[in-house]
């Protein structure tokens, strides 16, 4: 059955520490979006990749979050410092991008990341 | 205003009740529509998948898509406690390359 796989499930950390959040994409699958969620302000997107090249970062604040993917079965999303606003659940997901279009999005069970 | 809007509830319902979930939006250039549903502690995971106006039903779930009103409903029909979770939906624009735009989900729970 195949699933997109986030690692880890739950970070707890203290403000300034360095994080990084890893996906395992669905094998296949040419797009990955990296999102976060909270209750405030529901699913964000923070950037999101295809083939491999970054296609949009707009939703990242720049002087801390930074999102890559060293190859196709793997994508990483690292924030240096970490503040205590950076507390959220984090999810990746993946999808087939077809003659342009985005198709289907899946995601992992998120990364739970809480900033003391 | 945001793009997507969606009641955040809590919706209570009786086991077996016939549920109503809706999501308006302002940009015309949306195009495909989708419904994911998120339980707690999970990621959202895709119900239904439509494009154009029109009825499209899976089983207990039949998607409504209205793109002369900019709005679009889930309905579940035989609701069971199982159905218990958040509610998203969410939308794109036919365009390349464009990411999707969620709402912000309604909680729904399902009384047996």
């Known amino acids: 059955d195949a699933r997109v796989t986030q690692t880890p499930r739950h970070k707890v950390t203290e403000m300034g520490q360095e994080v990084t959040m890893r996906c395992q994409p669905i094998?296949?699958?040419?797009?990955v979006f990296w999102y976060r969620q909270t209750m405030m302000q529901g699913l964000e997107l923070l950037a999101y990749?295809?083939?491999?090249?970054?296609?949009?970062d707009s939703g990242m604040p720049k002087d801390r979050f930074s999102a890559e993917m060293p190859d196709a079965t793997l994508a990483t999303l690292k924030i240096q410092p970490s503040e205590p606003r950076d507390s959220a659940v984090y999810f990746c997901?993946?999808?087939?991008?077809?003659?342009?279009?985005?198709?289907?999005?899946?995601f992992g069970s998120g990364t739970q990341l809480s900033v003391l | 205003q945001k793009e997507v809007e969606q009641d955040p509830g809590p919706l209570s319902v009786p086991e077996g009740a016939i549920v109503s979930l809706n999501c308006t939006y302002s940009?015309?250039?949306?195009?495909?529509f989708m419904w994911y549903r998120q339980y707690s502690r999970k990621g959202p995971e895709l119900l239904m998948y439509?494009?154009?106006?029109g009825n499209k039903e899976d089983g207990r779930f039949t998607a409504q898509v209205d793109k002369s009103s900019k709005y679009i409903s889930l309905f579940i029909r035989d609701s069971q406690p199982s159905d218990s979770a958040t509610y998203l939906c969410?939308?794109?624009?036919?365009?390349?390359?464009?990411?999707?735009?969620f709402g912000p989900g309604t909680r729904l729970s399902v009384l047996p």
């Open positions: 997901a993946s999808g087939l991008t077809r003659q342009g279009r985005n198709e289907k999005l899946f």
């Open positions: 094998l296949g699958h040419n797009t």
């Open positions: 990749f295809r083939n491999r090249a970054p296609l949009d």
């Open positions: 940009n015309s250039a949306f195009q495909y």
């Open positions: 439509t494009y154009s106006s």
């Open positions: 969410a939308m794109i624009r036919d365009n390349y390359g464009q990411n999707f735009v």
